[in-house]
């Protein structure tokens, strides 16, 4: 595969030291997250996530992890244990390209999202924790090629008290 992730340096300080571990094997084995997500049974952002400290990784997900990457279980046990410090790597607004995207489209179709979704669902917000995502491929008939985004959360009404 030519194109795989790779640790940003400039990350190293708000990263957990998993972080390394895990991107230093997965490049020495030449894996991309969707590979490795099909050996441990996780979708392929799921596994980026964890490789960047911001999903819970299952004891499961750890023993499988530890064995696709050539890990020792013991250290990226230790090493993921306790719960991820969401959020904190990411300055605002981002300054990486991508992600800058991202984020600017919530600025530009932010209130568009939250009016359609009232419509459709009343007051409410969309769950990140009951939520999953997936980052698909698409081509066109001319061959151009699309970035398709999907983002699934729980729809949580506002209570009354």
Not at 4 to 33: I, Q, V, Y
Not at 74 to 103: H, N, V, W
Not at 123 to 151: P, R, W
């Amino acid at each position: 595969m030519s194109h795989l992730a790779t640790l940003d340096t400039s990350l190293h300080n708000r990263l957990p030291a998993s972080a390394t571990t895990m991107f230093e094997a997965k490049a020495a084995k030449k894996l991309s997250f969707e590979a490795i997500a099909k050996e441990v049974g996780r979708d392929e952002v799921a596994i980026a996530a964890m490789f960047y400290g911001q999903a819970r990784a299952s004891e499961e997900d750890i023993a499988k992890l530890a064995k696709v990457l050539g890990i020792d279980h013991a250290l990226l046990t230790q090493q993921l244990a306790g719960f991820p410090d969401r959020g904190r790597i990411l300055d605002m607004p981002p300054k990486d390209p991508l992600i800058y995207r991202l984020y600017e489209i919530v600025q530009n179709y932010g209130y568009a999202y939250k009016a359609v979704m009232n419509e459709k669902f009343g007051d409410g917000i969309m769950s990140a924790i009951n939520f999953s995502t997936k980052v698909e491929k698409d081509t066109d008939k001319d061959g151009t090629e699309y970035c398709k985004i999907t983002l699934r959360g729980k729809w949580l009404p506002y209570s009354r008290f």
